[in-house]
Nanobody, 126 residues
Framework: QVQLVESGGGLVQAGDSLRLSCAAS????????MGWFRQAPGKEREFVAA????????IYADSVKGRFTISRDNAKSTVYLQMNSLKPEDTAVYYC???????????????????WGQGTQVTVSS
């Protein structure tokens, strides 16, 4: 299995940028597609972005398309989420997750990911 630790969250103003990191340990990092999800208070966990094990394919939620970029550095076993033009509605706890099923397309549902980090808080003030 794989262990995931997120970092990089914080309090920023609308329009600012943040880069989240998720460091993986344990099983070989390239055995997993990786995703970012977020959960705001009182809301369900929602998909943000995902990247294939090779880094060549990515998908995004419509709400973040054009503002957020997911990437991974397999040599460092780390996945990133670059968040630009942040909005107050981006405020949430952000989680990274790992999906070990490499034979299907990138997934957007939380139950498709077997491993999760503890989350990092992102707060965007208006």
């Amino acid at each position: 299995q794989v262990q995931l630790v997120e970092s990089g969250g914080g309090l920023v103003q609308a329009g600012d940028s943040l880069r989240l990191s998720c460091a993986a340990s344990g099983r070989t990092f390239t055995h997993y597609h990786m995703g970012w999800f977020r959960q705001a208070p009182g809301k369900e966990r929602e998909f943000v972005a995902a990247v294939a094990w090779s880094g060549t394919n990515t998908i995004y939620a419509d709400s973040v398309k054009g503002r957020f970029t997911i990437s991974r550095d397999n040599a460092k076993s780390t996945v990133y989420l670059q968040m630009n033009s942040l909005k107050p509605e981006d405020t949430a706890v952000y989680y990274c997750a790992a999906d070990g099923d490499l034979f299907t397309t990138l997934k957007t549902t939380p139950f498709s990911y077997a491993y999760w980090g503890q989350g990092t808080q992102v707060t965007v003030s208006s």
